[in-house]
């Protein structure tokens, strides 16, 4: 009697089974596209699979280029004419229209269609942040921490303008913890890469229970549903409606300051009513009036969190150092410089105006060190090497600009040749001073503009660093 109850049982649970007409939205693919915008063509799931989302209305299907009523990108917002190219496109056999202001996200043309997710459904409620950061905030940083966080709670901006080496990021944490709490998705997005992967373990250590994501330049691909996002702003250009806090960390920072699609895309990524706090220690005109013109909130540090003044720029002049370096030669004031660091067994950064004479020197500064190694924009590498000269696995490290920001050395000294290249602005130089001196152990360290002229940008970086040290 029971075995006949059972398979009665189980012939009624497969009938409904068969008569269910319902369908159920797969985890995996509502947490990827939730908050996304992404190629039709490209996506990490079966183009099958695709298919039937859009069929049964789950995505929204738009041309990745518009061409009426004039030319678009509906990936970075581009609307200047000179920078779509026509082409005669193989695929649809006719001409077509691709965007050059976000083609390193990969080429997208008028043929191209782009998914935007629908579904109102939204990803399972996130787990409660184990909050785990048992540090202590200065006067200073905690009454920056408590503004910004009762401002982010109301929805409105604000601007941190904090020296290098104030501890802006522990200035983030208590706002971040408490709109996570509040169930609301997070982004801290910086134009840098470097900044990114400096952050994103720290962030992990910080932020404990919840997912945390890195997105940046051939990051590997990161499961499930993200509450807090740290990302380089070019890779906002795949995210609309997506965040209800938004954090522009190093908001100075090239190109951020010069892209206007790239602010753009900040406010693409966020919600309509979310806020946006801008971090940085050198804050442009445009960004402080802003912040005054729109009555934002604004918290202002001048110190660092250690108490000490910022190391203040020496400048050297250096003649004729191309010259020197084509010739085979380090100037001599240059190798003066270099044997007193390698004598103290000081780490050091050397930064460079460009990619060429930096790897015309490399090998002349290996011959006194052979662990001494140079980073740029596109060494696939930079990531380890920087992590090596911070485990004292290498002396020193040649760089451009790339790492003028975002890394944190202990004991670094840094020297800047060819400081009056044009490609070191004032907050460049300001930014790069400021990668020595942050550690408490040693609050000090030298910091050189070896040069060929003086330019108003380093009397502008110096007197910028004094007057920071004037303020109590």
Known sequence: MIKQRSKHYKLSKLRQFKTYRGFLIEPAIRNFFTGRIWQRSHTPFPQSKIETYITRGYFEVVPAVLTKPKLSCRRCHNETRQKFVAFHCAKCKSTCYYCRHCITMGRMCSCDELLLWKSKETPLAQP????????????????????????????????????????????????????????????????????????????????????????????????????????TTHQLYRFENAFDVMIVDEADAFPYTFDEALQRAVLKAKTSDAPIAFVTATPSQKLLTQQSKQNWGYSFIARRFHGFPLPVPKFQSLWRYEKAFQKGEIPPKLLRWLEQRLQNNEPFLLFFPTIELMELATPLF??????????????????????????????????????????????????????????????????????????????????????????????????????????E
């Not at 184990?130 to 905690?142: H, K, M, V």
Request: hydrophobic share 40%; proline share 3%.
């Open 366 to 471: 290996q011959h006194y060190d052979s662990s001494i190694e140079s980073v740029h924009a596109e060494d696939p590498n930079r990531k380890e090497k920087v992590v090596q000269l911070r485990n004292e696995e290498r002396k020193g490290l040649l760089t451009t600009s790339i790492l003028e920001r975002g890394i944190t050395i202990k004991n670094v000294q840094v020297a800047v040749i060819g400081a009056e290249n044009p490609v070191f602005t004032s907050s460049a130089l300001i930014q790069i001073s400021g990668r020595v001196g942050r550690n408490i152990a040693f609050p000090d360290g030298d910091i050189t503009f070896f040069h060929h002229g003086l330019t108003l940008e380093m009397d502008v970086a110096r007197k910028k660093i004094l007057e920071m040290n004037q303020y």
């Open 128 to 231: 409660t942040p184990n909050f785990t950061w048992a540090g202590q905030l200065t006067t200073q940083q905690e009454k920056a921490a408590k503004e910004l966080t009762e401002n982010l709670i109301r929805n409105r901006h604000h601007l941190v303008s904090a020296v290098c080496g104030a501890g802006k990021t522990e200035i983030l944490f208590a706002a971040i913890h408490q709109s996570l709490l509040a169930g609301k998705r997070v982004c801290v997005a910086t134009p840098r890469t470097d900044v990114v992967l400096e952050l994103f373990p720290r962030f992990q250590q910080v932020f404990q229970n919840i997912i945390l994501h890195a997105y940046y330049g051939n990051a590997p691909q990161q499961q499930g549903f993200a509450q807090l996002v740290l990302a």
